[in-house]
T-cell receptor, first 118, second 113 residues
């Protein structure tokens, strides 16, 4: 079974509007972390935001916020006031800490290509 | 800026040749990861180092692949007898602990012709 599912292969948004990128996950581990990364065409994976499974509040970082719904196992990324430079591939990833043997490695989804129109 | 750096950024090699990639993690990060990413896919975990110890290797890491981190600082990933299926981007990442964010480098693109 897929551990991380991103159901939107591509998304389009108008500049200055908000956009939500979906991510659902599957784990039986009570302690896990969820990450979002941005990958522009240059290839670099840029860390955007992190949410721990025990965090009480949704994470925010500037224009990025993570809509964490634990019961639904979803961790959607919300980008407010989209900019042309936001056009990129976006990956959701999960880190499980199962018995400490995961060593913090990440499992990634398939990604969503975001295109921001002027 | 002392982020994760990788070298070379691009490598084109003939099938059967050996290639080596280098990764310099963020200073004082004792955890180092290698991932492989093919076009249209998310990165896949290859191997993990804590300091100089290689603690986990994925099944994706065949016998032709070897990774080292001799002094717990930089790491190298060598692919021997390259095959066309090895064409991918190889990403290095580092973190301070198992609970901190994992930061990636810009990746090393490998094309095997």
């Amino acid at each position: 079974a897929q551990k991380i599912t991103q159901t939107q292969p591509g998304m389009f948004v108008q500049e200055k509007e908000a956009v939500t990128l979906d991510c659902t996950y599957d784990t039986s581990d009570p302690s896990y972390g969820l990450f979002w990364y941005k990958q522009p065409s240059s290839g670099e994976m840029i860390f955007l935001i992190y949410q721990g499974s025990y965090d009480q509040q949704n994470a925010t970082e500037g224009r990025y916020s993570l809509n964490f719904q634990k019961a639904r196992k979803s961790a959607n990324l919300v980008i407010s006031a989209s900019q042309l430079g936001d056009s990129a591939m976006y990956f959701c990833a999960m880190r499980e800490n199962a018995g400490g043997t995961s060593y913090g490695k990440l499992t990634f989804g398939q990604g969503t290509i975001l295109t921001v129109h002027p | 800026d002392t982020g994760v750096s990788q070298d070379p950024r691009h490598k084109i090699t003939k099938r059967g040749q050996n290639v080596t990639f280098r990764c310099d993690p963020i200073s004082e990060h004792n955890r180092l990861y290698w991932y492989r990413q093919t076009l249209g896919q998310g990165p896949e975990f290859l191997t993990y180092f804590q300091n100089e110890a290689q603690l986990e290797k994925s099944r994706l890491l065949s016998d032709r692949f070897s990774a080292e981190r001799p002094k717990g600082s930089f790491s190298t990933l060598e692919i021997q007898r390259t095959e066309q299926g090895d064409s991918a981007m190889y990403l290095c990442a580092s973190s301070s602990t198992g609970f901190d964010p994992i930061y990636f480098g810009e990746g090393s693109w490998l094309t095997v012709v």
